[in-house]
Each structure stands twice: as C-alpha cells, then as structure tokens.
C-alpha cells in the first residue's frame, strides 16, 4: 500500500491553522526556529524490520492483524512510515529474517519508497534449521573451532548481502557469555571473540563500519562477552578504525549514567551509534521516551555538544536507529511515536543555550546549569518537529493520521487478520 499524497495533502489542509498558531508562538519565543527546523529535516531514523511486527515475551506473543510477512511488505511498510513522517528513510535489516533473494529487485521497491538501507544485522544468538552446528554455548566466543567458524562465515554473508543492497555497516550483537560460575574462562573466551571479530573485520570492505553492541545480561546471565561499553571499546580499538561501539538504551544495568557513556565514546572517536528504546528495567524495549524521555533528552544533549566539538554531521556521521519491539501496540503507530520523540529530545538539545551552559559550569553554578537545561528540556518543541514533517511532505499529526485513514485495516484487507511477521 501507498499512502495517496492527496490524503496527506488534506489532512494537512485541515490541521493547518491550529498549527500555524502553535507554530507561530513558539518561533517566536525561541527564535531560532529556521535553523533547528533544517537539522531537523536532515535527520532520519532507521527503522528494524523486526519492529515492524508485535513483539512478544517469553511467556508469550499476541500477534497482531496484517502484519508484513515478506520482506517486500516490511520495506512497504517501513514506506507507509517515511511518507507519514519524512523522517524514517531507512530500513534496517536482519540475516536470516530478512534474506533478500532479489537484491536488485529489493533494491529498486526500497527506492520507489524513498528508503535505503541502513545496517545489517547477523544472527548467532538462535539456531536456524539444517545449521551443522550449535550455538547454545555460545558463537563468536565457542571452545569448538567449528562453531566459531560458522558463525564467522554467516557475518561474511551477511555483509555481502548487505554490499548488494547499499548498506555500509555491520552491527554485531552477541548473546555470547556464561549463565554459571565456572562455566567459562573470560580471558581466553574475549581471545577467541576477537580473533573471529578480526576476521570478519578482515572482510568488510573499505567504506563499511562494524558495530559492536554491548548488553549487560540476557541472555546470559553470569557473564557476557560483550556485556558493557568498556569490553565493547576493547574489541573496537583492538580491531581498528572501521569498528566502533554502538549504544543500545535498554542494555543497561539500572541507572546507568548512559549520558556519560556516550559523551566519552564521541570524544574518543568510537561511538558509532544508537539503538533507540525506552525501558524500566531493562531490555524492555518499549517505545523510545515512554518512561523516562528526560534522560533522552539528556543523552541528546551530549550528543549535540560532542558532535559539534568534533564538527561531525548529526545526521550521518553516526548511525541512529529504533530497536524496539513489544507486544501490545499497533507496531506503526509505536514507530511513529519513537521517531517523534527522538526528533523532539534532538529539537530539545538544539535549543540548549550552549553558551550560557559552558559560562555556568565554568563558574561551578549548578543551580543555573540546571535552569539551561531544563529550560529547552521543558520547551514544548512539537510544532518545530510538526513543521518539519509538513514542509517535507509528511503528515502534521501522523498517527492522527494513520488512524482516521484506516491504513491498519487496509493492510488487514491486503494481507488478512493473520499474517505474522518474521523474526522473534
Ligand atoms: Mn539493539
């Protein structure tokens, strides 16, 4: 399905005056609107192709209605996405999930939708049918050489599937680690991680990244291989200058200062990207700036000021991509919503007074360090965030107008009540 621009064009028609007003006054009170409003629309948010689906727990899924089951109807949808918010023009794939058998074709459907492709991800945290060996104990990291081998050789073909669609990096998770003391000797287990992380590095072409994502616990308990942002540092700087770490909100242990991680990964040059989520606990996965949108705002902030000191561009030179995936919203309606928040922590931070911010901490005035932030935090930035939509030629209220445009039941109608999309 493709939205009809004419759809788009009157929904906007109809919520033009209330938001020229909102517009209006907060261009006034910031005066700084034309800039923010470029940034913003330079800006783009992959999107997984496992978000695409619900997502379930492990005590259960509760499928949803015309979700996308081939990989031509999650780059459709992942359309459907971009034309409501001209801000989701990339996809983000995932190997076996997602194997493209006609990358051209592939190609090509991406393209008429505005898409193109953002990171490939590997796989070796499940087993997948008529594979000869086992990952239970473990991928990269395995005592048996054979595994170890396998697993180097499906990141390989990942990547080469993700050179015959455009994508230009590799983001590397694993589940890797021990549920038990004893179990496993971490050095010679980080050893061997390296050595198979070297040589799929040894096959990234010359203009790839590889990301090497960190997550605290889950599924391993004990230990993980890559279990935080100083073992992910080691690997990236033993590998090279084409590997990097990258941040995923959830994969935390509680009340970690992620703020601090990031703004230190940017100054050493190894921050490579994001995995957007919001969590209470943990890998929660649910919709990014649901729970705790003042520490997005706060790693935005980071982000701004880091950027700028490096004069790095804050739309490509980092990757900046949503993973989440839970059980109980309409998946679109959910992305439209993390999109959104991200672009308003972004507009946020952009508003931070940096000047005045640096002379406050210069002076060791905490209590006007505070009021700067939480003046821009506390700032109501939507109408920036909505006039970059609509001078893009994306919608004014997205999900508004997901809903009153029946876009779920028109999937429904195409795919029926029962389709499921795969991945976990
Ligand atoms: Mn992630």
């Known amino acids: 399905m493709i939205l009809d621009k004419n759809i788009i064009a009157g929904h906007n028609e109809k919520e033009l005056a209330k938001h020229q007003q909102q517009f209006n006054f907060l261009s006034e009170q910031t005066g700084q609107a034309a800039a923010i409003l470029e940034k913003l629309k330079a800006f783009q948010v992959a999107i997984p192709s496992w978000a695409l689906g619900t997502g379930g727990t492990r005590f ?34 995932h190997i076996p999930w997602d194997i493209p058998t006609n990358a051209t074709a592939i190609k090509e459907l991406a393209a008429q939708h505005g898409l193109q492709f953002d990171a490939m991800n590997s ?63 971490f050095r010679k287990a980080f050893q061997r991680t390296l050595e198979s992380l070297q040589e799929i590095y040894a096959a990234l072409p010359a203009d790839w990244k590889i990301f090497v994502e960190y997550k605290a616990f889950e599924p391993n ?38 703020e601090q991680i990031v703004a230190l990964l940017l100054n050493e040059g190894k921050l490579g990207g994001f995995h957007f989520n919001d969590s209470k606990y943990g890998d929660d996965d649910l919709t ?37 995936s839970h059980n109980i919203k309409d998946p679109l309606e959910d992305l439209l919503q993390s999109v959104e928040a991200i672009q308003v922590a972004y507009a946020q931070s952009l508003l931070v007074d940096r000047a005045a911010l640096e002379a406050a901490q210069g002076n060791n005035d905490v209590a006007l360090a505070q009021e700067i932030l939480q003046q821009a935090y506390r700032t109501d930035v939507r109408p920036l965030v909505a006039e970059a939509r609509l001078q893009l030629g994306g919608a004014l209220s997205p999900i508004k107008l997901f809903r009153e445009g029946k876009v779920r039941a028109a999937l429904i109608g195409e795919r029926g009540e029962k389709s499921v999309a795969t991945g976990l």
Do not use: C
């Not at 780059?75 to 023009?89: F, K, M, R, T, Y």
């Not at 880091?306 to 030179?317: E, F, R, S, Y």
């Open 60 to 93: 259960g899924r509760f499928a949803g209605a015309g979700e996308p089951a081939t990989l031509e109807q999650k780059i459709e949808d992942v359309g459907l996405l971009h034309a409501l918010n001209q801000s989701s023009g990339a996809i983000s794939l």
């Open 123 to 185: 796989n070796t945290f499940q087993d997948q049918p008529n594979q000869a060996h086992s990952y239970k104990f473990g991928s990269l990291q395995h005592t048996d050489k054979a595994v170890r081998k396998q697993a180097i050789e499906h990141n390989i073909e990942v990547i080469n599937h993700g050179v015959n669609l455009g994508s230009k990096s590799l983001t590397v998770w694993l589940s890797d680690g021990s549920s038990f003391p004893g179990q496993l000797n």
């Open 221 to 258: 308990f004990y230990s993980m291989t890559v279990g935080d942002w100083g073992q992910s540092l080691l690997f990236a700087n033993k590998l090279g200058d084409k590997a990097y770490t990258l941040v995923d909100l959830g994969h935390h242990l509680p009340n970690a200062n992620i």
């Open 288 to 324: 990014v700036g649901s729970i705790n949108p003042y520490q997005l705002f706060l790693i935005f902030n980071e982000l701004v000021e880091g950027l700028d000191a490096k004069g790095l561009n804050h739309a490509t030179d980092l990757g900046w991509m949503i993973d989440a």
